[in-house]
């Protein structure tokens, strides 16, 4: 999947990108469908989309920890194809059947950055068999890139500033806020961008 990393990386790109010219960048947030999946109906409809995709943007979200030795199991589960983008709230329903069968599919490619701890993690609430799992940050990694952070290779990449906002709420909540299914939703897609972009590229 992974270009031989020996090869040098593609020319039309910058190795790093600074503070500066990230502010500079115009912001940038998803701005199609969503679908927060609240029930049978919306997971068939789900289903049906995300199955018939050859590549998929694929994030979680975790209710943040702020003392020492706490930690949290992802509550939230996102999943980006190319006409929407759908938020399941892991720990409010049962999704593990159907995100089994995703996360299983050769077929589909799930791109996402960090997505070693994201398989972890999610091992811990049921148990699949990843395969097809591309993590673009370690792509960026094998291609010189210093700077691996979703964030920051939308920036390098697609010449975009994605917000932070919302990253440390309550993900845990039952009812998400407007500013978290926007931020939710963005990074989903930025990372199934990215990958558009890596392969456009040859990077992968």
Known sequence: MIQDPTAAPPPNFAQRISREKMNALPVQRYEGSVHVVAGHADLQQAMQDILQESAIGFDTETRPAFRAGESYLPCLVQFATASAVYLLQVQQQDFFGAMQEILSSEKIIKAGVSVTDDMRNL??????????????????????????????????????????????????????????????????WACRELYLRFKELQMV
Do not use: C, M
């Not at 975009?160 to 906002?165: C, L, V, Y």
């Not at 299914?181 to 989903?188: K, M």
């Open 123 to 188: 091992k811990k609430l049921f148990g699949f068999d990843e395969r097809s799992v591309v993590d673009l940050g370690k792509v960026a990694q094998i291609h010189g890139l210093k700077q691996t952070g979703v964030r920051n290779l939308a920036g390098i990449f697609l010449g975009a500033r994605i917000p932070k906002g919302a990253k440390t709420t309550n993900w845990a909540a039952r009812r998400l806020t407007p500013q978290q299914i926007a931020y939710a939703a963005t990074d989903a």
